[in-house]
């Protein structure tokens, strides 16, 4: 008996220190983040309920056993900080100082905790078997606990299959997809060894609502190596951009995330945009190749055709992405909206090329009928209508240097625009 109670015991100290570990980690990546702060107190209280539960499973001393289940009324929070943590990474709520929202999950904690903590509601006496002390609890009330858990496991496993591969950041669907597995394997855990299905098959086993609770920490602290799960996220700050911003993974040739300024530039809703082909939709069929070209980071240009069927013209930074290795994973553009200023410039340029086309014609004929009186009539024309007509072919050829300067300096500014 005390060789299974060892056992169990050193389960719960195991799930209590790697809960601590994975909340310290999750914490630092980010302490403003709200993800951070609800996913890494879920971790903590983790951490100090399984080392109640492992204290529980040691004690000999039935006093011992009594002062310390009292702190384990803490239990009833974690269904809360599981709620609000899906809510959040799901983007149903984000404001985490709404204190009408905050009170509304929390409150079936809070009650339950109350009831825990200054009645005997949940506590009518303990008794020990094989794994360590439990204590009895009516089992009305038990199964009314017990049906609050599931329930709220199960809308927290709705709303992440509902919201999967909605939104257009790739990281942001394996995140919710990895959440929704936690979930799962936690619920699964706790209708086996807490709903006490197992003992009408005559197979009593402990409770190992904690431990699953450490395997859903694990599998999320994976998810956030993977994918960059809870790290300072840099779609926090595209979103608000005044820039568009975009990424592409670089393996599959596919959009990963693009920012709501770059939506509205293109004219599409996030829901329309993910109907579409990127490259064969959105982007000018001549610029998709320069588009992709795996160069070092350099400032670029290229056109995107609006929903309105408008082309239109971003400029910005082309960054790229590596990983630990040096491995290329993807491709991000800092972009803005330089349609106008593009028009401006392609208006310049055609006005070039046609003041230059319209003045050579004339200039050709001007110094091509004076250049011909002079040879044809000079000896018969005096020195001040020769004088003027070398004036004219001389001031011809000057507009005409002019005129081949200009054409030569756009394209000259042509060039380094393309080149950079």
């Known amino acids: 008996m005390k060789k299974y109670m060892q056992f169990y015991g050193y389960l719960s100290l195991i799930s209590s220190l790697g809960s601590f570990f994975l909340g310290t980690v999750i914490v630092m990546k980010n302490p403003k983040q709200l993800e951070n702060k609800i996913f890494s107190a879920l971790c903590y209280l983790v951490f100090f309920l399984a080392l109640v539960e492992f204290f529980l499973r040691s004690f000999e001393n039935y006093r011992d056993v009594i002062i310390w289940n009292k702190a384990y009324a803490l239990v009833a929070f974690i269904p809360c900080l599981l709620l609000h943590f899906v809510l959040v990474i799901n983007e149903k709520i984000n404001d985490g100082k709404n204190t009408k929202t905050s009170l509304l999950i929390y409150s079936p904690g809070l009650l339950l905790f109350g009831l825990g903590t200054f009645t005997d509601l949940f506590g ?7 794994w360590g002390w439990i204590y009895g609890v009516d ?126 530039i293109i004219g599409y809703s996030s829901t329309e945009f993910k109907k579409l082909s990127f490259y064969q939709d959105i982007i000018h069929p001549e610029d998709v190749s320069y588009l992709l070209q795996n160069q070092e980071s350099r400032s670029l240009e290229f056109r995107v055709i609006s929903k309105e069927g408008i082309e239109k013209w971003l400029a910005g930074e082309k960054i790229i992405n590596s990983d630990n290795t040096g491995e290329l994973i993807s491709l991000r553009f800092w972009l803005d909206d330089v349609t106008e200023n593009k028009n401006l410039e392609i208006l310049k340029e055609e006005f070039l090329r046609r003041a230059s086309h319209e003045l050579k014609t004339p200039l050709i ?29 001389w001031g011809c050829n000057r507009l005409h240097s002019i005129v081949q300067d200009l054409i030569k300096s756009s394209q000259l500014e042509v060039n380094i625009r393309k080149k950079y």
């Open 124 to 130: 009518t006496g303990f008794q020990r078997e094989y």
């Open 139 to 264: 089992k009305n009330i038990l199964y009314v606990f017990f049906l609050v858990i599931i329930l709220i496991m199960i809308y927290c496993l709705v709303v992440c299959i509902q919201n999967y591969k909605t939104f257009l950041s790739v990281n942001k669907n394996m995140q919710i997809r990895f959440i929704s597995i936690a979930i799962l394997i936690e619920f699964v855990i706790f209708t086996i060894f807490e709903t006490k299905i197992l003992e009408t098959f005559n197979f009593k086993l402990p409770g190992l609502t904690l431990t699953g609770f450490s395997i859903f920490c694990v599998i999320i602290a994976y998810s956030m190596l993977r994918y960059g799960l809870f790290l300072v996220n840099y779609q926090d700050l595209v979103e608000t951009s005044t820039r568009g911003f975009l990424e592409i993974d670089v393996k599959t040739n596919k959009l990963k995330y693009i920012n709501p300024i770059l939506l509205k």
């Open 365 to 393: 004929s001007i110094k091509g009928f004076a250049e011909l009186i002079l040879t044809s009539h000079g000896q018969n024309l005096d020195t001040d209508v020769i004088n003027n007509l070398n004036e004219i072919t």
